[in-house]
Structure formats: C-alpha cells, structure tokens
C-alpha cells in the first residue's frame, strides 16, 4: 500500500503543475493522473502484482481506513449510552430478523450532522457476529473513492469466511485486473460470484449485514446512484443472501435510486429527522461529557448548572454535530477555563440573536459557532491553519504531518502548534500523523462564502496563500521529474 500510495501523491504532483497560473479557485476532491509516466510505471506495478496473492491484491485495492474499526477512524462517532435507543433497536432487529418478514435493504436519510454516522457506528457494533462489512465514506478525509467501496467489502467478507475467501483468493490470482474494473463489474466478480460459487459447492453464507454509511459523500453523484442502484437490483433479484444498511443525506441521485420500483419493493426506509424530539438526548448527552470535563478539571460539581445545559440545548435545536463541537471547544482548548469557554458560547449566540425568525435552521447556530471558533484563532497563527486547510483541500491531508509542514512551509512544531486550534473540529495528531476532520460540515462551511466569510478558502488572504502552495508543488514536480526519469532509466538498464 504505501508503494501504491507514493505513486498517486507523485503523479498527481506532476498534473497539479496544471494549475499554475490558474487564480481563485479551490481543489475538492482531485483525481490526477499522469498517462505517459503512468504507463511506464504500471507495468512495474504489474509486475509485482501477479507475485501477489489474490487477497493481497484485493487488500491493496480496498481502503482500511474506512472500516468501522479502523484506527484512522479512532475514536470513531458513536451514540452517547441511552440515546439513539430507539434507531438502534430497529435497526438490530431489522438485521436479525426479529420482526418476521423483511427487505434486503435499510436506507436511513437525514440533515447533515443530525447524527447518522454515529448511530451507523453503534449498529455495527450492537449487531455483533451479524455483521459482515462496513464501509464509511468521508470526502473531508479523503475516503470517498468509489472505486474501493466493492473492494473494501469484499475483503472484509473474505475475513470472515474461509470458503469466500478461497474462492476470491483463486479468482484474483488468475485474473488480478478484477479491481479495476467498473464497479458494476466489481460487485459482480468479487460478491455476486464467489456467493455464488459457494453456493454450488454446497456452502451458504449466512445473510451478513454490510453497512454503508455517507453515501452522499461519494465523490460522484452518478456513482452515488449507481451504488443505490446495483444494490437494490441484486436484492430485488437476490443475487445475494446479504443484507444492506446506507446511512445518507438524501440527494437528489441517491432518492431517485430509491424511488425506483425494484427498490421501493426491496428496500426500507427511516428518516432521521433535525427535531426538538431530541433534545432529552442532547441534554443527557451534553450532562454526561460535561461532567467527565468537570472532573479533569476538578471543577465544582454544580458545574454546568441545570439553565446553562438547557441553554446549549436550545442552541443545539435538534441538531447533535452542535452539542457534539461543544463538548470539543469546550474540552480542548487550554487557553481559558471550561466555565468561560460555556460562557463565551452563551455570550456569543446573545450577541448574534436574531430580532425575528432569520435563523432558517440549526445550521445557522453553528455556523456562528464555527466562525467563533476560527475568530479565536490567533492573527499570527491564523495563516498557518489556512495552509493546513488549504493542504485538505488537495490531495496532501494524508500525508505525514513533517511532510506537510515541509510543503506548506511550516516547521514540524510550528504545525503542531497551529493544529491545536483546531482540536475541536480536527481529530487530534496520532502515530500517523494526519490531518482528519470530525465531520464534512466544518469544511463546507469554509467552503462556502455567504457562510464563512473572511475565513473562506475561496476568499482573499486564502487566494495568495493557495499561489504560494502552488508554486511550492510545481518545485516538487521539477524534483520528481528528474527523479523518475533517473529510476526508469535504471529500471530498463536492470531489466534488458
């Protein structure tokens, strides 16, 4: 995998040159490719792939880090115990089949940040042996690639039973080009297939739940449907003896997916609304992190009083990701004492209060928040964190944090002390060192200029900031071109 990586993060370095002399403009979601130096360098690749095993091959073409246990992932959003009973509950007896006659497919739909990954987590967890494979797609991550969703199930599949994965071991091993090709195939040749086969040999698989959660975060909508697609298809024809859980906001593709008749006659629905429904939950939610700050802190036990939790409540209004960012802010800065950071939370929703009914949804209550969050960013640490984000926005987020700061201009402690502001919204630095956001909606709102304002990567300071980024990735490309010109032409002398 990191060969597989080095080569994606070098041939896109040499595309990026593209945009040199490009203005105003931002990199979401790149796809880069070289095809002269990609040739050259793929039959080295092929070369090694078919000493591989089929299951290598397999893992190296799927994406561990979006697994529902996966360390990237850690600590992945979860439902706070005692909230989300009730989804959870449904959703476990769905898969276990505790009510009877069922659907092949659940497809739970809501707001962004109204919690849906969270409860995604929890079932998988909550379901036990049940479970056969899960999938998370996050665009600000970089886990959004349809082309490893197949892939990423069928090697997880291939974890739990010894007859599949033989048989996909054996598959791979005479035809390893499997995982290239068009997802439709990949469903096809690495799930339908060897289920199949087991089948005929007179092995069954039990009907094994595979949850897919952020459908809408696919980094393209016509795959979005596509995957909604060949999954209610293969259950209205059963295909399969798998069960499918999505949890998705509801695009306009994903919907029109599931509006279909095959699918509307195979699949459940459950909507996850942004309700005040919840504010028991967020209340309870909010009473229980609090206090496990309290106690690091050692704060009074009076601390937070009954009005200031009822108040957070009320700003949440039903949605999770709100109280979620609070218990962050309010956890992870040192700066001030927790007591104030509430305070300030307060204070700031007071000073920003509305005459009328101008807040149209809870969205609104966080963007203030947000903005706060990036109005207590110091001046002169203020340029660096949009380098950081800047960086997120192309295709360096996963790299090594040396290796971004290094690109970005920044010491390695200079790095780190500007990614500490952002603790409540940016996983902290683990062993691997990457820049990961707790959820999408931090960075579209960045994106976006009616709701960030300054702060926007789209806007002025973030534009001379990106020019200078991008003059720094053209140097990488003149560095690398003279570099894999010396390697092909070793790699021919030893060859020939």
């Known amino acids: 995998m990191p060969g597989h990586f080095l080569l994606k993060c070098t041939l896109s370095i040499m595309t990026f040159g593209t945009f040199a002399n490009a203005h105003d403009f931002s990199i979401h979601e790149p796809h880069f490719s070289d095809n002269s130096t990609h040739v050259n360098v793929s039959l080295h690749l092929a070369h090694n792939i078919s000493e591989m095993s089929g299951l290598q091959v397999l893992l190296e073409s799927s994406l561990p880090e979006a697994f529902h246990d996966s360390s990237a992932r850690h ?63 996050s665009r600000s991550n970089g886990h959004n690639d349809p082309k490893y969703l197949f892939t990423s199930i069928a090697y997880q599949l291939a974890t739990r039973n010894l007859t599949y ?61 596509e995957i909604a697609e060949i999954i209610t298809t293969s259950a209205y024809d059963q295909t399969t003896p798998l069960l499918w859980a999505f949890f998705s906001r509801p695009g306009p593709q994903i919907v029109a997916a599931f509006n279909s008749p095959h699918a509307v006659s195979s699949s459940t629905r459950i909507e996850l609304p942004v ?13 229980g992190e609090l206090k496990k700050i309290s106690e690091e802190h050692t704060l009074p036990v009076s601390w937070p009083s009954e009005g200031e939790l009822q108040t957070l409540v009320d700003l949440a209004a039903g949605l999770f990701i709100y109280a979620v960012t609070v218990v ?30 101008s807040l149209e949804s809870p969205l609104s209550e966080l963007d203030i928040f947000y903005s706060h969050i990036m109005e207590s960013i110091p001046t002169k640490v203020l340029p660096s964190i949009q380098r950081i984000l800047l960086a997120t926005t192309a295709f360096v987020g996963g790299k090594k944090a040396p290796q971004n700061a290094s690109l970005l201009g920044l010491s390695e402690a200079q790095f780190r002390g500007a990614y500490r502001w952002l603790y409540a919204v940016l996983m902290p630095l683990d062993s691997d060192l990457c820049i990961r956001f707790y959820h999408s909606s931090f960075m579209e709102f960045l994106q976006d200029r009616a709701r960030s304002g300054r702060f926007c990567l789209k806007a002025q300071p973030a534009i001379e900031l990106r020019k200078s980024l991008i003059g720094k990735l ?15 032409q070793r790699y021919k002398r030893a060859k020939y």
Request: charged content about 20%.
């Open 75 to 137: 600590p992945p959003p979860r439902c706070h115990p005692g909230t989300r009973e009730h989804y959870i509950e449904h959703i476990t007896s769905w898969a276990w089949n505790k009510g009877g006659q069922r659907t092949r497919v659940l497809l739970m739909t809501g707001a962004a940040g109204v919690g849906k990954s969270a409860i995604a987590q929890s079932c998988t967890e909550a379901v036990g042996e049940k479970l056969g494979a899960a999938f998370f797609f």
């Open 328 to 357: 962050r802010f309010v956890g992870a800065y040192d700066s001030i004492s927790p007591p104030d950071n509430i305070r300030a939370i307060i204070a700031l929703n007071n000073s920003n209060a509305p005459t009328d009914d």
């Open 474 to 488: 053209r140097n990488i490309q003149c560095n690398f071109a003279a570099g894999a010109f010396r390697f092909l």
């Open 275 to 287: 309700s005040r429904d919840s504010d028991p939950e967020i209340f309870n939610y909010l009473r």
């Open 165 to 225: 994965a033989t048989i996909l071991d054996d598959q791979l091993r005479r035809d390893p080009t499997i995982v290239t090709k068009s997802i439709g195939q990949q469903f096809h040749q690495l799930i339908v297939a060897p289920l199949k086969e087991m089948t005929y040999q007179g092995h069954g698989m039990d009907d094994l739940l595979v949850v897919v959660d952020g459908l809408d975060e696919c980094s393209n909508s016509q795959r979005q449907r």
